[in-house]
Nanobody
Framework: QVQLVESGGGLVQAGGSLRLSCAAS????????MGWFRQAPGKEREIVAA????????NYADSMKGRFTISRDKANNAVDLQMNSLKPDDTAVYYC????????????????????WGQGTQVTVSS
């Protein structure tokens, strides 16, 4: 069982930055493919970014490319999401997710692909 805990959310003005972190207990996250998702009120959960087990492959939703960066923090058994140039449309609850991958280079972009989820952290971007 992997228990994921997100942190780093909060209120930020448009154009600002936040860094989210997803930490785990009970398992080493480097054994899992990871993803960040978000869900805004009234909308479906959507992929933000994904990273392979090995960390060498990443995937981003088109609207996040160039603004968000997913990375592994092996020293802290965590996966981070650096978010820059934030917009009001980025307001949502952000979730991290994990699964054991078929291959070390594979990234997963569908929520149904993941087995473990955190409780989410709220990100609010004011205009």
């Amino acid at each position: 069982q992997v228990q994921l805990v997100e942190s780093g959310g909060g209120l930020v003005q448009a154009g600002g930055s936040l860094r989210l972190s997803c930490a785990a207990s009970g398992r080493t996250l480097s054994n899992y493919a990871m993803g960040w998702f978000r869900q805004a009120p009234g909308k479906e959960r959507e992929i933000v970014a994904a990273i392979s087990r090995g960390g060498g492959h990443t995937n981003y939703a088109d609207s996040m490319k160039g603004r968000f960066t997913i990375s592994r923090d092996k020293a802290n058994n965590a996966v981070d999401l650096q978010m820059n140039s934030l917009k009001p449309d980025d307001t949502a609850v952000y979730y991290c997710a994990a699964r054991q991958p078929l291959y070390s280079i594979t990234t997963y972009s569908r929520s149904d692909d993941y087995d473990y989820w955190g409780q989410g952290t709220q990100v609010t971007v004011s205009s």
